[in-house]
């Protein structure tokens, strides 16, 4: 999509058992694809940096509710690659996904490109981000998630009980 005037990170679910998409409206065409949690963070994190190498701010404000998932939600396939980029000619951002493909595929991966703005790039940085944090909460220890009430059996105590945060 070339000039989308809607690109959003969202998901469906608990924390937990989320399913996360990333989505692009422009004109009366929208597209969705299943993305991973750490795909979904990547966005924001790599647009984030986007954005500071071309010395710009990142969004201080902006309408969260404007920036869900619209429904119905029918997305065309699962992201395996996932790459961003700066196009200094144009001043716009690119969101590039491929299809994640099962070996022993006989087609190519589908593709799909995104095209922001900087404005657009902005507060899907932040929103990325901010939506991925609304999972559960990681070990302090290994960084993997833990139960919503921060208990798990965590691999640095090399098996020897569960942690309570």
Known sequence: MHAPHHVTVGFTGVPGERTFFVQAEEDDDRVEFVLEKGQALGIGELLTQLLA????APASDWDRQAMGLRVPLEPRWRVGELSLGYDSD???FLIELAELQVEDADLPPAQARIWLDRDQARRLAAHAVEVVEQGRPTCELC??????DGTHVCPATN???SLTR
């Open 53 to 56: 190498r071309v010395e710009d």
């Open 90 to 92: 144009q001043d716009r």
């Open 143 to 148: 960084g993997r998630p833990t139960e919503l």
């Open 159 to 161: 098996g020897h009980g």
